[in-house]
Structures are given as structure tokens and as C-alpha cells.
């Protein structure tokens, strides 16, 4: 039996309010009113799908060792890279190079699924596979999808013992109808007119492709519990539920009041909001509309109750800070031409010899331990750091990414260039030994103290914008 | 413990430039300004010169490598020159390489010349950049003003100090080096500034204000020395002689090992403690008439009292607040203005300390002049708390 195992989601702490959106972009597009409800999801200025899908993973590995995964399919349509494999960055960053089949896939809002269906037909014999997927997608001013959109990642491990959602079935089609595209040179999405979308589009390329899946689970369509269905007009998936027989109240909430779409992984991130609460037996659908339509259908079973607990999408969305501050957002996302200052120049070449050398240190925060002394010490280096050891060549890889640590001394500083100032970083200590000075990420004044506990995490730390916008990842430290 | 170098080198001369914003000057003009006033202070022909050693830190924005800067500017007669960079103790470092010379016999006089032309990057503060390739991966997006805060937030944990307690200390250390500064004509900032505006200023990084950061500054100075023997046969009178050098370098356990509680310079205390052994100071306390120390941040002089050994640990806040380093108290302590106010052009800033002692000594401080100083001390902290060059020279009368 293969299916999912375990799940995992990640969502940004900021949550930009839709009013204040509104209210700076009125004067030009008054017909938003509508939409000026509620918040969306708003990723840090040192986030994007990568790091979001890193995070993702983590929360779906907090139950499973990570160096069993043996396939890594990582779907996004904001790949941060064209070409270096974007899925590599989130294994090495998991510290799960070794063994490891990694793929990206993209092109379409149907990513995600099609990811799961890969990764759920990689791990049929028994080799546990981690999808993730995550978006982060640029919005023009004043659009609906400014408003619309959502940044966030979810991650799901495919396998074959304790599953706690089986794979009943799938079923697809693939066709070439546009109803947005984003081109390769281009920033933004451009879309057709919402009617022909709903008309053309999701009435007749839908119901053929569910009633088909539920043909071949030999299910009816009012056997389905929950029915995930990701779409910018929130009406229909109503309609689509109904023209399949599908009840009324199955049909899932789409996240939109207070977290927005979130790409190709919104139907991920969907399927664990449903897995969150699901109980055994419960069949849930998820439909996926991009250029055809992915159907999969899952029951869940039993092992879903003993799964051992996480964040969640629950647990991210509760760590919320409300952004009223819509310049903000547009100088995150790299849209406003603010007069940063010449500490902002300062070159950001990146050796990738030494990059490659120092992977595991920089991308998976793994430090040493001195077989002599047993010392923890970060970053692992050639003679011990420990005044009564100095032992030469003596440490072991030993990896600090889980583990917790607090503030020593930490600053506030107003001079350094941040994209959002003031910088907060400090020296953090771990318990187990081992400290650095580390760079602190959704960091406020009231959080920042010494003695508090703080938590790792995979950011953006550098955008080298002279080459073509190599992002260089470490990790900061965060607020627990 | 090594013999030492008590008493084996004296100062022959000295020089030092106006510090401050130089828009009018580059590198070389601030050379030769305190360069001129060296030799002619010493009383030599550049000729009678056997070595040099020329200090600076941020070389890249200014001269670039090499000795080459310091013999292509002065035309030295083609002696050796060597480049020295050792963050902030630079100049001390010049010094200690010059006197070094002199003792072991393999130069009779010697020069150490320090510059620093910090005002062409187009912006304030200290010129940036984030070090080594593999640093620039990892370390914090820091700046050296962020890093001493964590100074002061380390102190008040580790010794119970109120915010409130050391912004008054801190700011008492401002007060008193902008009083001192404002008696010497060469320094950068020669103004007197009230508590309040001290207090009140705005925030650089928490809790250091603005006046709790030295000045950025350009200027140079420049030590010529030869052993006691010479300069008394070059009939020189008011003999002041080298006591002791001492440097001491962290290996990494402040940054790596948490045995550091970030609330002090671990090398400072073991650099001050050699340099009393080596010059024969008992208690430093009663013994030591002025210090100059590297107050790159008010909150790094009240420490760095304590790892002096002056004041006690936890306790140089009070001593600071009780006037112990005022122009008129026990210890005066910065007595030209400091790196705060007289300026802090890095690979200068050893020997205008140094500069300022040897004036002191010879009664030729002006309005500043101290009362009959027999032992001076000057102090340099290279680098950030956790990992740091901390450089301590004894000087004082040949007695």
C-alpha cells in the first residue's frame, strides 16, 4: 500500500493586510474593494520557495529521519534558479545528499500534484520519497493577484509503511489551455478573462477528469469527505462539487481569508489542512487545475491519529505578525527603488569553490564534535576549539540544525544595510556546546532578549544582483 | 617570562598630523605631516635611519600594499620597510617592530610611521565589506558598532547592571573624552558636549548611541627610536623609554567555546598582566599615572579598566561615575580625547597614544599638561569582543 506518511507545511510569519493594500492602490484601481478583506500570506525579504520548501520538509520530517529519503521531487513555479537544481539546495540543506534521486518540477499550477503523483509512484517500492512544493510568486501593483496570492510551501513524504493517507487512485489529463502564462523574461503572471476561464476552462476540463478518477477508485462522488480544489474564484469549486456529485459541505475552505493561494502548492498546502484534522476512512480529493487537471484521490487511515505531532499548517499560521505596511512589501519583492545606500553595494561574489568545500557547514549547520573531548563546536574546524584540548583533526560532523538555542548578547544595528532594519544578530549559544554570532530572521524588540530561546532556520542571507541574482543561503536564528 | 624589553629602547622623537575629516589631504600628505615633525623632533637626517615599519588597516581604500607607500612618500634611502596589519593594534604593532629592531641590536634607530585615510569611501562609518570569502557565507551581516553593543548587553547579564546604570557610565566616558578633547588643538572633535545630548542621541546599535562611537577619522603619526645609550649620547634630556610590549591574540574559544560569557576581552587581561610582569609593576592602580586606551565605544573603556586590572570586575561603571579616569581624578584616562575625540585613523591610533604619553613626559602637553606622570599605559582591541588583537605598550620615564 503507498501513500503518504507524513506531511508537513510552512507559511511566513508576516501577514500583509488586504486593506492597507487597498488603501494605497484605490486611487488607481477602485474596483479592488472587494477584495479588501483579511490578509495574505507575506514572505520575509530573506525568503523565497526554497527556503519555504526547506522549512516545509523539516515540519514533514519531524516523525521521519531524513537521510532515509531516497527521491526529492521539489515543484514551484518560482524556482530561484534556472539552472542549478533547485531540489539539490533543499537535500543538501536537509544534509541528505548522499543516495538521493532529486528532481524540480515546475511549469504550471499543477506542479504539485503532478510532483505527489511522481513521488507516490517512485516510492511503491518502498523507498520514501519527499515532495515539496512552494510558491512565491511577484504580483503587479494593484492586481487582483496581489491580493490574491499567497506565499507559503508544503511538503509531504510518500511511502509504503504506517501511511496514514493510501493512494485509491489518480487520474489526468493534460491540455494546452492558457488561461495565464508567465514567459520566460517575464515577472508577472498575464491572465485571461475570468469567464472564459470558468466556462471554457475548469466546466469542461474538470468533471470528465474527477468523474474518471472515481470511476477507477469505483467510488461515488458523494463517498468523497474532502474535496481540495485550489482556484482563484471561489465559487467554483462549489460548482465543480456539485457537477460531480460531490457533497456541498465537503468541499474544503480555501485558505484565502487570512493566507491567500499559494501556487503550485496550494493544493498540497490544502491536503494538510484537511490530513490535520481527517479521521480514518475519510476520502479526500484533490483536483488540480493548470493546462489540464490532476485528480488524486486518498483514504485515510488509522495511522493518521498516531502521527507524531508538528507545526502543521495550523502551527505555522498561528506564528502570525499583521504587516499594515504595503511599501514594505514592495521593497521585500524587490519593487520599489529604495535608495538602500552604499553599504548596500558591497560585493557579493560567491567562491563556489569554497562553497562546495563547506557545503554541509553553510547549507546543513553542521558543526563538529571532537572525539577527544566531546566538545560541540561550530564550525568544525581543524584543531579543537576547547582551551584544555586542542586536539588535532579529531572532530566528527555533527549536526546543529535542530537544535535550539539562546541569545548570549545580541544588538539591534542601525548602521549595517538590511532590507529591514534594524539588523538583529547575536551570539547564540547550544546547549549540547557550540556558539557563533548568527544573524536573527522575524526578529521584533519584544522577542529579542537575552536567555531567550531561538531556532534555526534556512534564509536568504545574501541576493548577488551583479550575477544574475545567485542567492546565498545560510541560516539565522528565530524566535521560538 | 622572557627577559623583556624594559628600558632597552627610548623614544627619540615623534611625530603626529592633525586627525579629522582631511578632505584636503590624501595618505601621503598625513605621512609626511607627522613624518616632518618626527625627524625634525628627534633631531636626525632621514639618512641615519636603518629600518621602518609602517602600519595601517584598511590599506585597500587608501595605499594599498607593501612598504613601497611609505618609501615612495617619504624617499626613505632604500632601508627595509615592512607592511604591518593588525586590525587596530596596527600601530602599536609598527612600534613593537621598530623597537624590537632596536633592541636585538640590528638597527640603531628605527622608525614606526601609522596612516590611515579613512574619508574617500563616499559614506560614514568605518569602510565596509565582510572580510574573508569564506566569512562573507557565514558570519553575521555585523558591523563593529553591533558587535560592541553585545559588549554592554554581556556586562549588564553577567554583572547585574542596570540599562539605565550603564547608559550613565558609558555616557560619563563620552562626557569626559569630549571634555579633553576640547584642550587639544590636533584632535578631531574639539568640542565639550552636555550629558543630555550624549544621552539623547540617536541609536546606532542597541543600546550604543552615537556618542558612544569614536570618530572616523583621517591622520597619521610616526615614532623614531633608538636605545637609552644613543639618545643620551645624542644629548637628549627627559629620557622616555619603552617598559614593556605585550600582545595577545584570541585562538578562537571567546567565538567558539562557551566558556566566554561575552562579558569582557579574555586577551586584554592576559596582554595587561605580561606587560606588568615585564615592566616590574606590582599594583598598577597606585603605579600607573595615565592611560590611553582604545575606546573605540565608551562601553569598550569601561571594560577594558577592568581588564586592565584598574578596576574591578563588575565595578568600572562605578569608578567611571565616581571620576576615577577624569582629566582631574585618580587615573586620568584618555587625557588627549581618545579615540573618540582626538580620532581614530586605525593604523595611526597606537602611536598617538604613544605620542600623547611621550608629550605628557616631556612636560609638552599644553592646556592638558598632568601633573609629573612617571608611567603611562596605551591600549589597542583590534577586531570584535569575541574575537580580537589586544595590544598594551608600557612607557615612562628613564629613570
Excluded at chain 2, 560614514?124 to 558591523?143: D, E, F, S
Amino acid at each position: 500500500m503507498v501513500g503518504i506518511v507524513a506531511y508537513g507545511a510552512y507559511v511566513p510569519r508576516l501577514r500583509l493586510n488586504r486593506q492597507a493594500v487597498y488603501d494605497a492602490n484605490k486611487w488607481f484601481a477602485p474596483g479592488l474593494r472587494g477584495l479588501a478583506k483579511g490578509e495574505r500570506s507575506m514572505a520575509n525579504w530573506d525568503e523565497d520557495s526554497i527556503t519555504m520548501a526547506v522549512e516545509a520538509s523539516r515540519d514533514c520530517l519531524t516523525s521521519h529521519k531524513a537521510e532515509d529519503v531516497r527521491n526529492l521531487y521539489f515543484a514551484s513555479t518560482t524556482h530561484p534558479f534556472k539552472d542549478r537544481q533547485n531540489a539539490g539546495v533543499i537535500g543538501t540543506a536537509l544534509n541528505i545528499e548522499q543516495n538521493l534521486l532529486a528532481s524540480d518540477v515546475g511549469g504550471s499550477q499543477k506542479a504539485g500534484t503532478s510532483a505527489l503523483i511522481a513521488g507516490l509512484n517512485a516510492s511503491k517500492g518502498g523507498e520514501p520519497t519527499l515532495v515539496a512544493a512552494a510558491d512565491k510568486r511577484l504580483t503587479r501593483v494593484a492586481s487582483n493577484t496581489e491580493l490574491n496570492y499567497g506565499d507559503g510551501a508544503a511538503a509531504l513524504l510518500c511511502g509504503t509503511e504506517n501511511v496514514i493517507a493510501k493512494l485509491v487512485g489518480h487520474h489526468s489529463v493534460s491540455m494546452d489551455f492558457v488561461d495565464h502564462f508567465r514567459g520566460e523574461d517575464a515577472e508577472f503572471d498575464y491572465g485571461w478573462e475570468e469567464r472564459w476561464i470558468r466556462d471554457e476552462g475548469y466546466s469542461k476540463i474538470v468533471p470528465p477528469a474527477v468523474k474518471a478518477a472515481l470511476a477507477a477508485c469505483k467510488l461515488k462522488g458523494s463517498d468523497i469527505t474532502h474535496f481540495i480544489m485550489p482556484s482563484l474564484m471561489p465559487a467554483v469549486p462549489k460548482q465543480m462539487a456539485k457537477i460531480c456529485g460531490v457533497g456541498e459541505g465537503a468541499v474544503r475552505d480555501l485558505l484565502g481569508a487570512n493566507l491567500g493561494d499559494t501556487g503550485c502548492a496550494h493544493a498540497l498546502v490544502m491536503l494538510v489542512d484537511a490530513l490535520e484534522t481527517a479521521k480514518a476512512g475519510d476520502k479526500i480529493m484533490i483536483v488540480a487545475f493548470g493546462q489540464g487537471v490532476d485528480v488524486l484521490v486518498f483514504e485515510v487511515t488509522p495511522e493518521n491519529a498516531k502521527l507524531p505531532k508538528r507545526k502543521g499548517l495550523s502551527g505555522w499560521m498561528a506564528r502570525r505578525k499583521e504587516e499594515k505596511n504595503y511599501m514594505k512589501f514592495l521593497a521585500f519583492n524587490d519593487m520599489l527603488p529604495i535608495d538602500k545606500g552604499m553599504r548596500a553595494e558591497f560585493d557579493k561574489k560567491t567562491a563556489l569553490s569554497i562553497l562546495w568545500r563547506k557545503r554541509d557547514m553553510i547549507y546543513a549547520l553542521v558543526g563538529g564534535k571532537c572525539k577527544v573531548c566531546g566538545t560541540v563546536q561550530f564550525p568544525r574546524t581543524p584543531v579543537c576549539v576547547n582551551p584544555n584540548c586542542h586536539a588535532m583533526d579529531s572532530q566528527e560532523p555533527y549536526n546543529m540544525a535542530g537544535l535550539e538555542a539562546s541569545v548570549m548578547s545580541f544588538t539591534a544595528d542601525s548602521l549595517t544595510f538590511s532590507p529591514d532594519p534594524p539588523a538583529y544578530y547575536g551570539m547564540i549559544t547550544f546547549p549540547e556546546g557550540g556558539r557563533f554570532m548568527a544573524d536573527f530572521t522575524d526578529s521584533d524588540k519584544e522577542q529579542v532578549k537575552v536567555g531567550a530561546k531561538m531556532r534555526m532556520t534556512f534564509r536568504i542571507r545574501d541576493n548577488d544582483q551583479m550575477r544574475g541574482g545567485f542567492k546565498r543561503y545560510f541560516w539565522k536564528a528565530a524566535p521560538v | 617570562m622572557a627577559r623583556g624589553i624594559k628600558d632597552k629602547v627610548a623614544i627619540l622623537g615623534m611625530g603626529c598630523s592633525k586627525f579629522g575629516e582631511r578632505w584636503e589631504s590624501g595618505a601621503e600628505e598625513l605621512m609626511l605631516e607627522a613624518y616632518k615633525e618626527a625627524i625634525a623632533d628627534a633631531g636626525i637626517d632621514p639618512k641615519q635611519l636603518n629600518a621602518a615599519w609602517f602600519s595601517t588597516a584598511i590599506d585597500e581604500v587608501h595605499v594599498g600594499k607593501s612598504g613601497i607607500p611609505m618609501s615612495t612618500t617619504l624617499r626613505l634611502p632604500n632601508i627595509p620597510v615592512t607592511h604591518v596589519e593588525n586590525m587596530c593594534a596596527s600601530g602599536t604593532e609598527a612600534f613593537r617592530g621598530a623597537c624590537y629592531a632596536v633592541a636585538s641590536g640590528a638597527a640603531d634607530i628605527a622608525i614606526a610611521l601609522g596612516v590611515e585615510k579613512l574619508k574617500d569611501t563616499g559614506y560614514g562609518g568605518l569602510p565596509g565589506g565582510r572580510g574573508a570569502p569564506l566569512q562573507q557565507l557565514w558570519n553575521a551581516n555585523g558591523t563593529a558598532p553591533g558587535n560592541f553593543a553585545q559588549l554592554a548587553t554581556a556586562y549588564m547579564t553577567a554583572h547585574g547592571v542596570s540599562g539605565e546604570d550603564l547608559k550613565k557610565a558609558i555616557a560619563h566616558v563620552s562626557w569626559k573624552s569630549h571634555q579633553n578633547g576640547a584642550k587639544n588643538p590636533k584632535a578631531h572633535l574639539q568640542k565639550a558636549v552636555e550629558m543630555d545630548t550624549i544621552l539623547n542621541a540617536p541609536m546606532i546599535a542597541s543600546p550604543l548611541g552615537l556618542f558612544d562611537c569614536c570618530g572616523v577619522s583621517d591622520g597619521a603619526a610616526a615614532a623614531i627610536v633608538t636605545t637609552p645609550e644613543i639618545a643620551k649620547a645624542m644629548g637628549k634630556q627627559n629620557i622616555v623609554s619603552v617598559k614593556a610590549l605585550q600582545l595577545s591574540v584570541s585562538n578562537g574559544s571567546e567565538s567558539g567555546h562557551n566558556s566566554w560569557d561575552g562579558s569582557y576581552f579574555h586577551t586584554t587581561r592576559i596582554a595587561s598582566k605580561k606587560a606588568y610582569e615585564e615592566a616590574g609593576i606590582k599594583d598598577p592602580r597606585k603605579e600607573v599615572s595615565m592611560f590611553e586606551v582604545h575606546d573605540c565605544f565608551s562601553v569598550t573603556e569601561l571594560v577594558t579598566m577592568e581588564d586592565l586590572h584598574i578596576s574591578k570586575p563588575g565595578e568600572g561603571w562605578k569608578d567611571v561615575l565616581n571620576g576615577f579616569y577624569d582629566a582631574d581624578g585618580t587615573i586620568p584616562c584618555q587625557i588627549d580625547g581618545g579615540l573618540k575625540c582626538f580620532g581614530h585613523p586605525i593604523g595611526a591610533s597606537g602611536l598617538r597614544m604613544l605620542y600623547e604619553m611621550y608629550l605628557q613626559f616631556q612636560g609638552r602637553a599644553g592646556a592638558r599638561q598632568l601633573k609629573d606622570p612617571r608611567i603611562g599605559m596605551t591600549h589597542n582591541l583590534g577586531g570584535a569582543p569575541r574575537e580580537n588583537v589586544s595590544s598594551v605598550a608600557i612607557v615612562g620615564r628613564y629613570e
